[in-house]
């Protein structure tokens, strides 16, 4: 076995979510994106990282539906997914479990159903004992994990996920990314998730799309050598994976992003 991180081969009969060709100019004439042939294998975290304005969100709403590409297409397979936004967009008025609860209302499941749904995610996310809290009484942190909670109790089997993770502390960030790794592996979520960082990307992906700007585009689409692990990093951090961090880091021009 190689290790050695490898370009993913090109063959994949049946990703989830496909981009071909996808391209996006805004109708101001910008033009965000270059074209991107994409694809999202079922069951996988493929992750994209880049520098501010590289396209990253632009990408998420096309597989959303929530843009449409200006050029090619972008293919869903399934209806049932969930987007988690760059900010929480919880309800002032509503109290923890009621902001979990609202998008699985929304979909008509009943009331005892999406309530033990609510009762499990949001105990997934460390958040049990503030169901009653309002989101002013939480901190940012906090908000997030409410939002992440309740992208969950629909059950999706698409998870798009923008800069989920950006607003928690190490620690937080950290356990989060463990229990997005435990989701996958119980439930074979398919998942796109946006983040700037670096080490984050090399600890979910299964691939991992680094983008560059000017406009937008696809640098390198890279195969982690090893499926994402529960451990933390630190415990985990062996040479493939430093050398696929190494290598990122170098594409995307060196220092930070
Ligand atoms: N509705 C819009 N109209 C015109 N330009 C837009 C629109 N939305 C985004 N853009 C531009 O398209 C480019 C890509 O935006 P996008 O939000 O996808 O970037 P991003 O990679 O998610 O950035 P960030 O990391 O800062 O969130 C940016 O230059 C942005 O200014
Ligand atoms: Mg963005």
């Known amino acids: 076995m190689s290790t050695i991180p490898v370009d993913r081969p090109v063959v994949d009969v049946d990703p989830l979510v496909s ?58 397979r399934t209806e049932r997914m969930s987007y988690v936004f760059q900010d929480p967009t919880l309800l002032a008025w509503r109290s923890i479990r009621a902001n979990v609860e609202l998008v699985a209302k929304l979909q ?24 009653k809290s309002y989101p002013r009484e939480l901190s940012g942190g906090m908000r997030m994990r409410t939002s992440l909670a309740r992208s969950l109790t629909s059950e999706p089997e698409l998870l798009l996920m923008d800069e989920p993770f950006a607003a928690l502390d190490e620690f937080n960030r950290e356990k989060m990314g463990t229990e ?18 670096i080490a984050e990307a090399v600890r979910l992906g299964h691939q991992i799309a680094v983008l560059g700007t000017g406009p937008g585009h696809l640098v390198r689409l890279l195969r982690s050598p090893s499926p994402p692990a529960a451990q933390p990093s630190a415990e985990r951090d062996d040479a493939a994976l430093a050398h696929l961090r190494a290598d990122i880091s170098t594409m995307l021009g060196g220092g930070g992003i």
């Open 108 to 131: 008509g499941v009943a009331r005892q159903e999406r309530r033990e749904r609510a009762r499990k995610a949001i105990e997934l996310v460390g958040l049990a004992g503030f169901e």
């Open 180 to 197: 997005l790794i435990n989701l996958w592996r119980n439930r074979r979520v398919t998942v796109m998730f946006v983040t700037h960082s």
């Open 19 to 76: 981009f071909d060709g996808a391209d996006k100019v805004y109708s101001s004439g910008f033009r965000a994106l270059a074209p991107i042939e994409l694809r999202l294998p079922r069951a996988e975290i493929t992750v994209l990282v880049g520098p501010s304005g590289c396209g990253k969100t632009t990408l998420l709403r096309m597989a959303a539906g929530l843009t449409t590409p200006t050029h090619g297409t972008v293919v869903r």
